[in-house]
């Protein structure tokens, strides 16, 4: 699903899959790079680059949306920066400096958005402190959001 990175800022989609694209083209090329995913009503689920990946379809089954998310228990802030300077870097390296920064300290929530011809991204790190459940699961969350740009 690698795309050479000078045609990544122009593509219309996200990775190799065109916006608009239908779930039996995605599962075929899925199946084709042996990665295993679960089918759920308008909504295609399976693991990308580490993170969980969701990619979500409108009233006419087209492609519309891939939101990638992985988080970290409390006790992994650390590793949760980490991860989250890693995709910001492979982000970065695809698709240039983004053309919108934010580091919100009091909520504890940095958002950087690119807009490309034909896709915005969103990367957003919560890094705040919270107990989510008492195991401490899901403490700090790294999402990133596609979309097309009409």
């Not at 084709?32 to 006419?60: D, H």
């Not at 988080?71 to 240039?96: G, V, W």
């Not at 008492?134 to 979309?147: N, Q, R």
């Amino acid at each position: 699903m690698e795309r050479h990175h000078q045609n990544l800022k122009d593509f219309n989609g996200w990775e190799s899959i065109p916006w608009n694209s239908f779930p039996e083209m995605i599962k075929q090329a899925l199946e084709r790079q042996s990665i295993s995913f679960n089918t759920f009503e308008g909504l295609l689920e399976f693991t990308f680059q580490e993170m969980r990946t969701y990619l979500k379809f409108n009233e006419l089954n087209q492609l519309r949306e891939v939101h990638q998310s992985a988080d970290f228990h409390l006790l992994e802030l650390e590793k949760s920066r980490a991860f989250y300077e890693k995709i910001k870097q492979r982000l970065i390296h695809k698709y240039n400096q983004p053309q919108y920064v934010n580091d919100d300290k009091s909520k504890e929530v940095v958002s950087l958005h690119w807009y490309l011809p034909h896709t915005q991204i969103k990367l957003q790190y919560d890094y705040q402190y919270k107990v989510v459940d008492e195991l401490g699961a899901g403490a700090y969350l790294i999402d990133v959001y596609f979309s097309p740009q009409n």
